[in-house]
């Protein structure tokens, strides 16, 4: 839990204070939503070879290593800005590069939770695991705000950069046995088993394709709230870093809630989370005072971390271990594959027309997907 929560540590501020410095320097929501983009399409490239390599070797190797370079790349930024080289193109590389590992490290992670906790604690484990995740991330976006502000993007690199490189270090001691799958077939037949396996399961494959409408409309929230706070605001990156630890606390909360009740039915609180969550994007849209702003923030990350983990509980007692990375890495490219569009169409519409309008159109797109939920095959079972 401790090298999870530091390396998610340095990823909040890493991509909070490289994309800050693009929307900055550009004053172009379209080129900060580049750079996400650019964080989002490895993970859809990659996932599903991710998860193949996550059920044939060490997962504790993956997580490592994926830390320990991250960890480099953000020691490379620093040496651009103290060098005064830094520029664009140089954010779009390292992001890409930074998220690609980032799709390694996702699958085997999630498939490592089971192996720790048994399938018995899987709502608890998964709380915690968001626990830890959103107490760096509620202290990221501070920090990172707060380093952007008072001394910039270099000293703001170097942290997140030994964020990664101390994560690296302590998931050394993890003990993770080999993975159940690791000797069945070749790579490219176990690839293929993973989408056989996803195909054949009517609950996974249609959670697939709801979570993709949902994911098309939530993923771009940020960016527009983001846009919102500099371009209508007027916010400053401490500011904005403030409203980025709102959004980490209400996860934090919700995360905390769950990690202490018992397991019980998923569905009805997941379909009334994500509900709660497009009400309240639309609250935001119309939100002009930063407190006020900070508050609906962190309501949505609450909703957000009580579907999210009651979500991904579900579909972990659904899979076998044997197959467990390989669906996770489907899943979560499948979850993003519409990510780097939403970003383009989002960046755009709020170049065109103004960040508050296009909040509303995503709480609208967000609201409707949720309404499919309940159509899902299975799903009032659990």
Not at 35 to 58: E, K, N, Y
Not at 76 to 89: C, K, M, Y
Not at 138 to 151: D, K, M, W
Not at 166 to 192: D, H, K, M, V, Y
């Amino acid at each position: 839990m401790a090298g999870l929560a530091v390396s998610q540590l340095g990823e909040r501020m890493c991509l909070f204070g490289l994309s800050w410095w693009v929307l900055v320097t550009t004053s172009s929501a379209a080129i900060t939503g580049a750079v996400m983009a650019a964080f989002t399409a490895p993970l859809i490239v990659f996932g599903s070879l991710a998860g193949v390599l996550a059920d044939r070797v060490s997962r504790k190797t993956i997580i490592v290593a994926a830390d320990a370079l991250r960890g480099l790349l953000m020691v490379i930024v620093w040496r651009l800005v103290a060098s005064g080289s830094l520029d664009t193109w140089h954010v779009l590389a390292v992001v890409a590069c930074s998220s690609t590992l980032a799709a390694f490290f996702n699958p085997a992670g999630q498939a490592a939770i089971p192996q720790v906790a048994g399938r018995q604690q899987l709502t608890r484990a998964n709380s915690f695991a968001e626990i830890a995740a959103q107490l760096s991330g509620l202290l990221g976006p501070a920090l990172g705000g707060l380093l952007y502000g008072v001394s910039g993007l270099g000293s703001l690199a170097l942290v997140s950069g030994s964020a990664f490189l101390l994560s690296a270090f302590s998931e050394t001691f993890i003990r993770l046995g080999p993975p159940a799958g690791s000797r069945a077939g070749g790579f490219a037949a176990q690839w293929t088993d993973g989408w056989r396996y996803v195909r054949s399961r009517p609950l996974v494959h249609h959670i697939v394709l709801v979570s993709c409408a949902i994911a098309f409309f939530s993923t771009p929230v940020l960016l527009a709230l983001q846009t919102m706070l500099r371009l209508v605001l007027g916010a400053d990156a401490i500011q904005a870093g403030i409203l980025g630890s709102a959004l980490a606390a209400g996860m934090l909360c919700g995360a905390l809630l769950f990690g202490l009740k018992q397991e019980g039915r998923k569905y009805r609180v997941t379909l009334g989370a994500l509900l709660g969550a497009g009400v309240l994007v639309a609250a935001m849209a119309l939100a002009r005072s930063l407190p006020v702003l900070a508050g609906l923030v962190a309501a949505w990350g609450f909703a957000l971390a009580v579907g999210s983990v009651n979500a991904r509980a579900l579909l972990q007692q659904s899979i076998p271990a044997e197959v467990m990375g390989r669906v996770f890495g489907l899943l979560l490219s499948v979850n993003m594959a519409l990510g780097p569009l939403a970003y383009a169409l989002t960046g755009l519409a709020i170049d065109a027309t103004s960040a508050p309008l296009v909040l509303l159109v995503l709480a609208l797109g967000m609201t409707a997907s949720v309404l499919f939920v309940p159509f899902i095959p299975g799903i009032r079972d659990h």
